[in-house]
């Protein structure tokens, strides 16, 4: 069986990816989305063990403690995860799997070594359209937007390391490339089972 690909997601806040990751994963089949861990509060209409596991800091502690995670980071003031399990068993039931990660936790996992992982980075036209995207999204502080929005100029500096950029300006253009890099990557003839060549399978 082909196992599953992991595609490493990265973004300044209030650029579009869960919008975007929403509207890909809704129309391609075989995608799966970890779910992190984070010790940052619920927005509204979020729901635990849907959008995070929703854990405190000393919970989130004992974690780090018994080695459960692939991979953290301390992210605007609070810390996020990936655990080993939110990824593992979809990788070997063939999955692929899509990390909602910072630009720390991609660069972790670059050097732990997943070097099949397909890592994206989207970025928004602007600094302007960002932090009108953040504003009227209408979920954090004054205080979170400045930190977001200041962190936003280290994290755009990051993009050159992503195998991918997309510039997310027109929605519908940024969700068509996001979906064609997808599938371009699982059609790639390496993924045939245990390196066979083309020929071979068909003897
Ligand atoms: P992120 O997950 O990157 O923090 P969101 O997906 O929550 O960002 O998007 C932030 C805000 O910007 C939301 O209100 C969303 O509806 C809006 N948005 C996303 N993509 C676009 C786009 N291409 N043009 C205009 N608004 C957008
Ligand atoms: P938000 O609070 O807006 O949901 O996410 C803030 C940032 O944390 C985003 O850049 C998001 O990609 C990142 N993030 C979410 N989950 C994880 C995770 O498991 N690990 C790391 N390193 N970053 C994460």
């Given at each position: 069986m082909i196992k599953g690909k992991l595609f490493v997601i990265s973004a300044p806040s209030g650029a579009g990816k869960t919008t975007l990751?929403?509207?890909?994963?809704?129309?391609?089949?075989?995608?799966?989305?970890?779910?992190?861990?984070?010790?940052?509060?619920?927005?509204?209409?979020?729901?635990?063990?849907?959008?995070?596991?929703?854990?405190?800091?000393?919970?989130?502690?004992?974690?780090?403690?018994?080695?459960?995670?692939?991979?953290?980071?301390?992210?605007?003031?609070?810390?996020?995860?990936?655990?080993?399990?939110?990824?593992?068993?979809?990788?070997?039931?063939?999955?692929?799997?899509?990390?909602?990660?910072?630009?720390?936790?991609?660069?972790?996992?670059?050097?732990?070594?997943?070097?099949?992982?397909?890592?994206?980075?989207?970025?928004?036209?602007?600094?302007?359209e960002l932090e009108s995207r953040l504003r009227r999204r209408g979920t954090e502080s004054e205080e979170t937007i400045q930190l977001r929005l200041k962190n936003a100029q280290t994290e755009m500096r990051a993009a050159a390391g992503y195998d991918y950029l997309i510039i997310n300006d027109v929605l519908e253009t940024a969700e068509k490339v996001l979906s064609g890099i997808i599938l371009a990557e699982r059609a790639k003839a390496h993924r045939l089972p245990s390196g066979k060549a083309m020929g071979e399978l068909f003897i």
């Open positions: 990751l929403r509207r890909v994963m809704a129309d391609i089949t075989g995608l799966t989305f970890s779910i992190s861990h984070t010790t940052r509060s619920p927005r509204p209409g979020e729901r635990d063990g849907t959008d995070y596991h929703f854990f405190n800091r000393e919970q989130f502690m004992a974690m780090i403690e018994d080695k459960m995670f692939l991979e953290y980071a301390e992210v605007h003031d609070n810390l996020y995860g990936t655990s080993v399990d939110a990824v593992g068993l979809q990788l070997q039931q063939g999955l692929d799997v899509i990390l909602d990660i910072d630009v720390q936790g991609a660069e972790i996992l670059r050097k732990i070594g997943q070097p099949e992982a397909i890592f994206i980075f989207i970025a928004p036209p602007d600094l302007g």
